[in-house]
């Protein structure tokens, strides 16, 4: 099956399951993903199993399991909303001078990543050996990648970047130096007494002047 066809954003309630039918049942399963989160954040995916997700929702595992077939199952509706939001506030378009938007667009990005450091820590767990989330993670990525190579192609037939610059390459080191940093800093806690202002600046000066055209 393709990446695409399993990104978490196609979830819907597994065979025997349902979705919420009222407000009621609605805030159950709400209580369910947000224990589910914590369980994951402290015992990792591996560790986690339904029942101490029932538990820390303070329902019975039954309960959990009327709208979700197991842990991955929560897993996968976890995703998809941080999927959608991760691409939707770190796009990076080139602004009117021709140098990309880094500035914002990484600030954004650290503020998602700071909100979900849970969820990301298990994501990175559960991605060897190769699953339907390594598949999920590779399709976020590759729209990214996509994205930017289109603005970097653009950027070099407007003239406002180096005709010299490989899009495909400078779209997969773009990547790189998003997701990498954000994974030692905020999940592994390295403490390099850098504001997240001043990363942005930083990547903003590589990224978003770095790959202009000489105007002269």
Do not use: C
Not at 17 to 38: C, F
Not at 123 to 146: C, G, M, N, Q, Y
């Amino acid at each position: 099956m393709s990446p695409r066809a399993r990104r978490s954003e196609d979830w819907k309630p597994a065979d025997g399951r349902t979705a919420p039918a009222s407000s009621r049942s609605q805030r159950t399963r709400d209580a369910v993903l947000a224990a589910a989160i914590e369980v994951f954040g402290r015992k990792g995916f591996n560790g986690a199993t339904m029942l101490d997700i029932a538990q820390e929702a303070g329902v019975a595992s039954g309960t959990a399991y009327q709208y979700f077939a197991d842990k991955a199952d929560v897993f996968r509706y976890l995703l998809r909303d941080l999927e959608d939001q991760l691409h939707r506030e770190t796009r990076m378009p080139a602004g009117a001078d021709g140098h990309l938007v880094v500035r914002e667009a990484v600030l954004r990005y650290l503020a998602v990543y700071r909100k979900h450091a849970a969820l990301f820590r298990t994501w990175w767990e559960v991605l060897e050996p190769h699953s339907e989330f390594t598949d999920a993670w590779i399709a976020l990525h590759e729209k990214s990648r996509r994205e930017l190579i289109a603005v970097i192609e653009a950027g070099r037939a407007q003239g406002t970047i180096e005709d010299d610059v490989d899009p495909e390459i400078t779209a997969d080191l773009i990547v790189s130096m998003f997701e990498r940093p954000a994974y030692l800093r905020i999940v592994y806690g390295w403490d390099d007494n850098l504001t997240d202002e001043e990363v942005a600046d930083v990547m903003a000066s590589l990224l978003g002047y770095g790959l202009l055209a000489d105007a002269g």
